[in-house]
């Protein structure tokens, strides 16, 4: 797997490999600290799996620079990171071309997930850019929130208020055993939830069952 991260701060490119190294055993990680350089880099070599870009890094000129990447590598996801959520750069990203938008302030298995999600041909949008909140719509930074979810309708609608609670948590990209931990539930238990949640989402496995929630307007 061959995976480029393009940020102008050496300390985010370093503190993600760690996690980008969960994606795969023999991932070969390339770093690049502007869009210039990155474009350089990623039109040097062929069969990129990943594309990782800061959307406050030099070069990028907005979302100019996203637009210029997809178009120049279309079989490859390309991601934007972000350190500030904005509801509005989340839905512009993805209408340009981005395989999904992650903020550097989730945690690294929820980062992990995230792209296992894109990897995997879906587009990974944060649940937050469907809230119509202060958060969801000013320059600040976006945290985790664990607190339960409810929708009048929808496939959402046929949760128990524990299953919304768990795939609350699904969403962040916790683990089976973080989500038991954080519950104070055996993981044998948040396996048996995880089944029910779905069953009625008619979800084949997490992937698609944080696609459905997030395509039902998941709020906070």
Same mark, same amino acid.
């Given at each position: 797997?061959?995976?480029?991260?393009?940020?102008?701060?050496?300390?985010?490119?370093?503190?993600?490999?760690?996690?980008?190294? $969960?994606?795969?055993?023999?991932?070969?990680?390339?770093?690049?600290?502007? =869009?210039?350089?990155? +474009?350089?880099?990623?039109?040097?070599?062929?069969?990129?799996?990943?594309?990782?870009?800061?959307?406050?890094?030099?070069?990028?000129? /907005? =979302?100019?620079?996203?637009?210029? *990447?997809?178009?120049?590598?279309?079989?490859?996801?390309?991601?934007?990171?972000?350190?500030? =959520?904005?509801?509005?750069?989340?839905?512009?990203?993805? $209408?340009? !071309?981005?395989?999904? +938008?992650?903020?550097?302030?989730?945690?690294?298995?929820?980062?992990?997930?995230?792209?296992?999600?894109?990897?995997?041909?879906?587009? +990974?949008?944060?649940? /937050?850019?469907?809230?119509?909140?202060?958060?969801?719509?000013?320059?600040?930074?976006?945290?985790?929130?664990?607190?339960?979810?409810? *929708?009048?309708? !929808?496939?959402?609608?046929?949760?128990?208020?524990?299953?919304?609670?768990?795939?609350?948590?699904?969403?962040?990209?916790?683990?089976?055993?973080?989500?038991?931990?954080?519950?104070?539930?055996?993981?044998?238990?948040?396996?048996?939830?995880?089944?029910?949640? +779905?069953?009625?989402? $008619? /979800?084949?496995?997490?992937?698609?069952?944080?696609?459905?929630?997030?395509?039902?307007?998941?709020?906070?």
């Amino acid at each position: 797997m061959k995976i480029l991260i393009a940020d102008d701060h050496n300390l985010v490119r370093e503190g993600l490999r760690p996690f980008l190294e $969960e994606l795969d055993p023999n991932v070969e990680i390339t770093e690049a600290a502007s =869009f210039d350089e990155a +474009y350089e880099i990623a039109g040097q070599s062929q069969g990129w799996d990943l594309i990782l870009m800061d959307l406050k890094m030099p070069g990028m000129n /907005a =979302f100019d620079g996203l637009v210029k *990447m997809c178009e120049a590598h279309q079989k490859t996801p390309v991601v934007i990171l972000s350190g500030h =959520f904005n509801r509005h750069d989340v839905l512009e990203a993805v $209408e340009r !071309g981005a395989a999904g +938008y992650v903020p550097k302030t989730i945690s690294g298995s929820a980062m992990v997930n995230a792209l296992r999600l894109v990897l995997s041909g879906e587009k +990974y949008i944060p649940s /937050a850019a469907f809230q119509d909140t202060p958060e969801s719509n000013d320059d600040s930074p976006i945290g985790r929130n664990a607190t339960s979810k409810s *929708m009048s309708d !929808g496939p959402l609608s046929r949760l128990s208020d524990r299953e919304k609670e768990i795939l609350g948590h699904l969403i962040e990209g916790n683990t089976n055993k973080e989500i038991a931990r954080k519950l104070g539930l055996q993981e044998i238990t948040v396996k048996v939830h995880l089944r029910n949640i +779905y069953r009625k989402m $008619e /979800a084949a496995n997490r992937a698609q069952a944080v696609r459905i929630a997030l395509q039902s307007g998941w709020q906070t």
